[in-house]
């Protein structure tokens, strides 16, 4: 039986013995560092119940579990908290068992559900930058978690490869560009065609100059801009199929592809399905019209389809035009639908979308649960706050955006002055080196901006995240790497039952990582249902600032007691085992040399 369900047992015996009362619950909680104890019981909760003083109810129900339960060894109470210390017996019975699983932490049985987790979704008519990192990170993590957690993942992202924005990019090329080419160019496709999103709004704003100087209303020479009226025309030719026109943008949009494949490898991130814009933008007029028969939509005079949302305290929204163009709520209910119908299996969707959009989601989950929809109550918007630089505010319009590309390669870059600075690197070929400073890049980058929880905002400072000590992604990977060499120069079989060691003998910082590693599987269960990969970032830095505690004051291989070494040892290989699972949550690689 699990240890908490042997404790909630005990204490609910030990309260019915003394006070003749049934308890509702048992709240149990990890007892606080600076206390002694293991797991703590909370006896205010339960004083809704039982009349008495709490330090006292906690004397009774502590004395009463040392005598019943021999897991728990002692005790103490601090005011209403009963602090329980579980013997060093359990913990190693905990140990043997958590060796015999090749997939400790992660659920092993039946799916417990099935979900489609969307992150990405850029635009294309530019590169990925550091908001699309943010937003890939995130969603890709927490993919992996729901499923170690044991959900069934389909990974999506729907791309934005239609409207105005790639017209503007491809009218520039049309008219600067001279025919250049990502080959021409050596450039990345997704670079060349973000080039022409900038150098159209450079003679945009030049056009809107030359208007508002020849008398023309600023808002007006906005609206009439010669250049704009042309992205207008353009996107008009495209929706009305002109050959030309869909050559264009298909070759074009096949360019930035290319170059978002390229993004995705050096990330780390991938997709099990794409949704295009250009294919999903036309779904959801029909279930307008079924949602207009059941009376969900209503219409309006002018022609146009409007849903109600008031008595939900929000608005009113259009999901058709008058001219029955859809917008794009209607495109994303429609989507939705859509996936399910491709996936039938699907319980759940999750949305990584930045937190402008928190309102939308909030409509569109309504929309679809009116629709009936009944996997529409498991709809999650996984929101996430802005990514900022101590340079400032990015705008793409303007060039001035952080690139995704750059950015990585600048962490590889600042992780390989700082790594021939340390000059730990001798024997390792150039490719090696160049290969680990990627590695310990992206750990760098990937890492500082998981553990923070998503909904806040970020400062992101890339040199402060390549540092090898504090709570770092480097500093996770150098003790993972530090482990590796233990055990390589364990150069004895170390695989002694730990029944062999000595009851009592177990050093405090053997079993505080003996405490940690226990907590893991309610760390990655508790991370899938909040959406927080920062979980299981913080846990696994804890961890190895546990184990390096460890090594600080005690020797490992040196230890004199062979039981005892054998079990250090054992202790430290699955420390790295289960580094190395939660890193792999969080997207990030951990070297066995550094």
Not at 68 to 94: M, P, R, T
Not at 236 to 250: K, N, Q, S, T
Request: charged share 25%; net charge negative.
């Amino acid at each position: 039986m699990p240890l908490e369900s042997l404790l909630t047992r005990g204490v609910r015996e030990a309260v019915a013995a003394h006070f003749d009362v049934e308890l509702d619950s048992v709240e149990l909680q990890p007892t606080r560092k600076e206390f002694e104890g293991d797991i703590t019981v909370v006896v205010f909760p339960m004083l809704r119940q039982v009349k008495g003083n709490p330090a006292a109810i906690g004397e009774a129900i502590g004395a009463y579990l040392t005598r019943h339960l021999e897991e728990v060894s002692g005790y103490n109470v601090i005011k209403g908290f009963l602090n329980l210390n579980i013997s060093d017996a359990w913990y190693l019975g905990f140990f043997e068992g958590m060796q015999e699983q090749d997939d400790y932490g992660f659920h092993s049985g039946a799916p417990r559900g099935t979900v489609m987790v969307e992150y990405s979704s850029p635009n294309t008519n530019k590169p990925l930058h550091l908001g699309h990192i943010r937003n890939n990170l995130l969603g890709y993590s927490v993919a992996e978690i729901l499923k170690a957690a044991g959900y069934r993942v389909y990974k999506t992202q729907i791309v934005n490869d239609r409207g105005i924005h790639i017209c503007k990019s491809m009218l520039a090329w049309q008219r600067f560009g001279k025919g250049e080419t990502p080959q021409s160019t050596g450039l990345k496709g997704d670079k060349l065609v973000g080039n022409y999103y900038v150098a159209f709004d450079k003679a945009y704003k030049e056009e809107i100059a030359e208007l508002v100087a020849g008398g023309m209303d600023e808002k007006e020479a906005a609206r009439q801009a010669p250049i704009l009226l042309a992205a207008q025309d353009l996107l008009r030719r495209w929706e009305a199929g002109d050959l030309e026109v869909v050559a264009l943008w298909e070759r074009m949009n096949g360019w930035v592809y290319e170059g978002f494949e390229q993004t995705y490898r050096n990330l780390g991130v991938d997709f099990d399905k794409l949704y295009y814009e250009s294919d999903t933008y036309l779904l959801g007029k029909d279930v307008v019209a079924e949602g207009l028969k059941k009376g969900v939509f209503y219409k309006k005079d002018d022609g146009s389809v409007w849903i109600d949302l008031t008595d939900e305290g929000l608005d009113e929204k259009i999901v058709l035009r008058s001219d029955g163009t859809a917008v794009y709520m209607t495109q994303d209910f429609g989507t939705a639908i859509q996936r399910v119908a491709d996936y039938p299996d699907i319980t759940g969707m999750v949305y990584t979308v930045g937190n402008e959009q928190d309102y939308h989601f909030k409509v569109l989950f309504l929309i679809l649960q009116k629709l009936g929809y009944s996997w529409a109550n498991h709809l999650y918007h996984l929101s996430y706050g802005m990514v900022d630089l101590p340079s400032g505010k990015m705008k793409s319009r303007e060039g001035t955006v952080v690139d995704a590309d750059d950015l990585m390669d600048e962490m590889a870059a600042t992780a390989e002055a700082i790594g021939e600075e340390m000059g730990k690197l001798d024997g390792y070929t150039p490719e090696e080196k160049a290969a680990l400073y990627h590695e310990i890049g992206m750990g760098a980058l990937k890492y500082f901006i998981l553990k923070v929880d998503p909904k806040k905002r970020i400062l992101f400072d890339p040199e402060e995240s390549v540092d090898f000590q504090g709570n770092t992604g480097p500093f996770i990977q150098y003790t993972y790497a530090r482990i590796q060499s233990i055990l390589r120069k364990a150069d004895f079989a170390y695989d002694t039952p730990v029944s062999g060691l000595k009851l009592g003998e177990l050093h405090e910082k053997e079993k505080q990582l003996l405490k940690d590693l226990v907590d893991f599987p309610e760390v990655v269960r508790q991370a899938a249902a909040q959406y927080s990969p920062a979980l299981v970032a913080n846990y696994v830095y804890d961890l190895v600032k546990d184990f390096n505690s460890l090594y600080q004051q005690v020797s490992i291989l040196g230890e004199e007691d062979p039981d005892h070494r054998a079990f250090r040892v054992q202790l430290t290989e699955q420390v790295g085992i289960v580094v190395k699972r939660g890193c792999s949550l969080l997207g990030i690689e951990v070297p066995e040399r550094m």
